[in-house]
């Protein structure tokens, strides 16, 4: 995600859709804020929020990510079972002719995949940041002791906050 | 090998490589500031892509292969390997293929049976995003690939409109979807606009790649779209990425001047990085053949399970449908009124099947009945219940008949005839590449 972030600081106004710019103004669904402290993001703009149990938790890309990408049309979700690396692709989405790998925010293997995203793409536009049933989640993991570590070198919201406020200068 | 370090008086930084060197006469690109044209081009010899090279802050590789696959897993290679804060510009030229992007459906976007006819054409599907186009030897493709740090979708083409206006395209601009297009014949006669370059883009955690064609003297200008336009488009509702069609003319320049020219402002672009010591190395199919990783990307491009197997969800229907209403063209098949054939397809496999108002032989004719039976063995596949694979179908003809293999009754012949003709045209087996 990092290369398309930057594009948000030089893009034409075209090339950010209205409907992605006002999807960021939408207040925040209630069961994502209620555990902010499990939430984390990475530089590459992908957050991991840890379920009650510590072991597993939801994937996805940043409302920052969602608003630079412009409108996705496709995305590809990594298959039920795959092992990966922080960092390793889990999958990709496809923008304004651009493939762009969704990135492992920690070591972990995916449990699910969000299917809506499969017939309905724009949902990740939409509401990025939403683990609900009709979310832009991308995967759901089980996190591994290597994980576990891995979140620790992750950005808080408010970390992360201010690191996307840097960015745009 | 150490790399060794300096800073030059400007303030930019030149690469020297310290230890045994390559027993190479590299080729040594000079230019002056004025963007002058290339001096004598030395071939390097060296045998493989070395991470020396690879290491370097500005790199431009052309490749001496026509082939399509091998030059998309060259462009690969430069994109997972390259430093991460390099700069690498690549140029390749291929043989007659079509090229369908990441997540598009070869069915619908592809006219197969002409390309089956033409036997010399292939069919490509490449790993970065965005729509169809057609490559012969008077399109050069060019292709960036620099950190995220400086991404931006108009950067490079612009930098190639910059070389097609020092050799005379006035009128080369970069349109809003990052397409260059000119106006009339791009020197002042005429103002329709014309596309002719595209641009798609693969950004991964590291490092970003903008690669674009460049139609420069096609001979087969009048083709391209016939080749673009598929037999089954009015029946297909498709996810994934559906191409955007535009007029095309040629720029008509010498694929040697304008591959000099994107050099020049390459170098010239990232001139304070690179100080003046930028070697453009030729590679082929030599250089690779010992390259694993090379060999490995090259049989993942030309497998079947990849070029059509990578397709998104889709339907193929005969008649509208809620989910696509589309009026069909009338269709003159040898079948009942209620003809109605619908497929869901995942993966280019068959996943559900509704098949209506064929006309059978046999006794005691039931059509709705035997239409049943149809339907259920397409969407079953064969007797090891596996799907059927549009891309092993070699005759839709062995298909419909198996599907009453065993059964009291068949498909007629007339009808079984008309309906495979129309079915191989939609979808024709695999039977290039």
Redo the contacts between chains.
Sequence with gaps: ????A??LR?A?P??VSAFAQSAVRIARPFSVTANNELRKYTR?HEWIELSDDKKTGYVGISSYAAKALGDV??V?LPEEGKEVHA?D?LG?V????????I?APVSCKVIASNLTL??SPSTINKVPEDHSASGGWVAKVQVTDQGIADLEKLMDEEAYKEFTAAEDH | MAAVLLRNTTGGIRCLTKGPAFISTTTTISFSHGFGLLTKLRRSHSTTISQDLLNKKVQVYQSTSKDPYLNLSIEHHLLQHSHPDSYVLFLYINDPCVVI???QNPWLEVNLPALQEAEDIKLVRR?????TVFHDHGNVNWSVICP??????DRHAEMVVRALKDLGVTTAKVN?R?DIVIAGDGRGNGKDIFKVSG???????L??LHHGTCLLNSPRLKNIGKFLRSPGEPYIKA???ESVRSPIRNVDVDTEEFTKGVVDEFCAMYEEQCGEDVKLKRVGEEDVKNMDNIRKGMDELMSIPWIYGQT??FTFSSRPTEDDPRERPPLDLEVQSDFNIQFTLRHGEIQTANVSGLKYEGRAIDGDFYDGVVSQTLAKGSEDDSAVKLYEIKDWATILKSATTGQAFKVSDPSLNSISEWLNKVFPGNHFR
């Design positions: 995600m990092a290369s398309i930057r594009c030089i034409r075209s090339v590459e049309v496709f590809e960092g692709a990709a496809e923008s304004v002719k651009s493939a762009a790998d990135n499969e017939e | 992007g990441r997540n790993r970065s995003g965005g729509g995220p740090a400086v991404f931006d979708r809003e990052h641009s798609a883009y693969k950004l991964t955690r490092r970003s996810r994934g990425v998104p969800q």
